[in-house]
């Protein structure tokens, strides 16, 4: 008996003692962004448009890169009042040549990146039988292989300036296994994995990796079907404003996981983690046939 309430004190101890020591471990400098040359993914719309605008209101010089051209250039002079200098390069980011070649534009502008923010994405939902094969195939090149690649080879480039910091823009999605979103949800545990494994190997250089998880967000990848079912499921669904200012807050303060989506999506990747019982339970209950038939209508759509 006495030994039973010695070791559950033990670890109650040893349990407080390491989030003690989590909480108070030291964080690099806080990062300054004036005048530090940020390269943005994904900038032509939602959180990377969001991204750009609160990285220049720092004072950042910006590098805006999408597809589309007239987006960025709209952008661009959103932000132009903020900062000096704003570089706009339209890309197919799933092309390697044209990816090398926004790495190239940039370095031959302004001599170094300082930030990379891998935020362009797509998604895909529904049941697995039901998806189309090449857009899978898309998904797994831009939301997986195009993080692997850029950050390959912008990190010689940091490594010579022996500093750097990477933003991967990931999901809740990357560390809760969704339902109807299989291959999204695989190309997101992918960005996760990739960026704790990534951050282990390059311990000591001078850069600093942050992993974004946001929650569902209010962009041009939910359409008004999606978020009008997400309301009446009582999700939170996030500004991409609040959700850029809250991941550049983490970058600045060397946060290595910034998890968005409220309260929440924090319980569910507590839940993944410690007690994925409770997370199929969960999903038991909420994956009812209204659920899947709301889904299913959206991408028929
Ligand atoms: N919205 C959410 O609920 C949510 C939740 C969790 C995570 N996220 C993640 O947040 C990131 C941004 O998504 P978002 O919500 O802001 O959606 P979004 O508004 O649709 O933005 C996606 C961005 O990716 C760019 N893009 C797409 N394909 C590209 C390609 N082949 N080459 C270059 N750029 C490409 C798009 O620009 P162009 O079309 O001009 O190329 C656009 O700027 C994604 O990684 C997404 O997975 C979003």
Not at 99 to 124: C, E, K, P, W, Y
Not at 179 to 206: C, M, N
Request: cysteine-free; glycine content about 10%; aromatic content about 8%.
């Amino acid at each position: 008996m006495r030994i039973g309430r010695r070791l559950a004190w033990g670890s109650l101890g040893a349990g407080a003692l390491y989030w003690l020591a989590r909480y108070l471990r030291p964080k690099h400098s806080a990062l300054v962004l004036q005048e530090k040359v940020v390269l943005i993914t994904g900038a032509s719309s939602g959180i990377g448009r969001s991204l750009a605008y609160s990285f220049a209101r720092r004072g950042a010089r910006v590098i805006l890169v999408a597809r589309r051209a007239d987006r960025l250039e709209a952008v661009r002079r959103e932000i132009e009042p903020y900062t000096s200098d704003v570089l706009v390069i339209p890309a197919d980011l799933t092309d390697d040549e044209q990816l090398q070649a926004v790495v190239r534009q940039a370095v031959d502008t302004f001599g170094r990146i300082d930030v990379l923010v891998n935020d362009a994405g797509m998604s895909q939902a529904g049941p697995l039988q039901d998806l189309d094969p090449q857009r899978i195939e898309r998904l797994l090149r831009l939301n997986l292989w195009t993080v692997i690649r850029l950050t390959q080879l912008v990190l010689p480039i940091m490594l010579q300036q022996s500093s750097g910091y990477i933003m991967n823009i990931g999901s809740g999605g990357g560390r809760i296994a969704v339902p109807l979103f299989a291959p999204y949800v695989a190309t997101k545990y992918g960005v996760s994995g990739f960026t704790d494994a990534l951050r282990r190997e390059i311990a000591g250089t001078g850069i600093h990796l942050t992993l974004v998880l946001p929650g569902f967000t209010n962009t041009d990848m939910l359409n008004p079907e999606m978020l009008t079912l997400l309301e009446r499921y009582g999700y939170r669904v996030e500004h991409p404003d609040a959700v850029a200012e809250r991941a550049i807050v983490g970058l600045i303060r060397g946060e290595n996981e910034v998890v968005l989506g409220g309260v929440q999506a924090r319980l569910g990747v507590f839940a993944e983690r410690h007690a994925p019982l409770l997370l199929r339970l969960y999903w038991r209950l909420f994956l009812t046939p209204e659920w899947r038939a709301g889904l299913e209508k959206l991408i028929r759509s």
